[in-house]
């Protein structure tokens, strides 16, 4: 009987392996532009009152329909208290000094974050250049409070993500969908020729792509005509039809 039993607790066996496999590839997928939330136009706030954090990098890069900006903290810290407030110009007062400063643009967003400090040699000033965030920098560390300055070319709505491994703030900022590549001139002037999504400064040159710069999986993306959804099924229905074979065979016995 036992003998006669195996192959069909292979079968089972085999089913449930499969759909172990079926549910980890869907939790692998990356998330789609969807996923991440809308863009809102109001002032956010989150974080845990009382967390200690360190900022050691800040990073800004572009994407199809947002500018992004990261702010990046150790993976052991969680993520601290923040308050994010809109403005309707570029001009920024430094803490604790009270001196204004103003940035590229000609709108912007001020980043605050409670219990907080900088490590040495984290960015204090970039001027990527990207369609939306003009310049980013830091116009406060005083007293636990840390602050950023973001230079905005035009008033823009945003979303906001906390990510871990390693924690960080992500600040997307809205811009005008991409154009397809087949919509470029191609006899435009060089000069004309670079999107302006593409005008970055020097460090953002390699466009970085992965979870510590830009929020984003440096895992490549899947072919858009990969069928991974049918594959998925498939799975999920092969292995119904497997565990239902072996539960009429063991019922037979």
């Given at each position: 009987m036992f003998s006669r039993f195996r192959p069909q607790a292979r079968s089972i066996l085999v089913g449930l392996a499969l759909s172990a496999g079926a549910v980890a590839l869907?939790?692998?997928?990356p998330a789609s532009a969807t996923d991440l939330g809308p863009f809102t136009c109001t002032d956010k706030s989150g974080g845990t009152?009382?967390?200690a954090a360190t900022v050691y990098d800040i990073r800004v890069a572009h994407h199809d329909g947002y500018d992004r900006l990261v702010i990046g903290f150790p993976t052991a810290n969680p993520m601290p208290e923040y308050q994010l407030t809109r403005q309707a110009t570029a001009t920024f007062v430094r803490d604790a000094s009270g001196q204004p400063v103003t940035l590229n643009g000609s709108a912007g967003i001020?980043?605050?974050?409670r219990n907080a400090d900088i490590t040495p040699g984290a960015p204090s000033d970039l001027k990527p250049g990207l369609p939306v965030i003009r310049e980013v920098t830091q116009i406060g560390n005083f007293e636990r409070v840390v602050s950023y300055g973001v230079g905005l070319a035009t008033p823009a709505c945003y979303r906001v993500l906390e990510l871990s491994g390693p924690t960080r703030l992500v600040i997307d900022v809205q811009t005008a969908a991409d154009a397809p590549a087949a919509a470029t001139v191609p006899s435009a002037a060089p000069t004309q020729s670079m999107a302006p999504s593409q005008s970055t400064a020097p460090s953002q040159s390699t466009a970085p792509s992965n979870l510590a710069t830009t929020g984003h999986s440096s895992q490549p993306a899947q072919p858009s005509g990969f069928p991974m959804a049918a594959v998925i099924a498939g799975l999920l229905v092969l292995t119904a039809g497997l565990a239902?074979?072996?539960?009429?065979?063991?019922?037979r016995k």
């Open positions: 869907m939790g692998a997928m009152a009382g967390t001020r980043a605050l974050l239902a074979t072996g539960i009429r065979h063991v019922a």
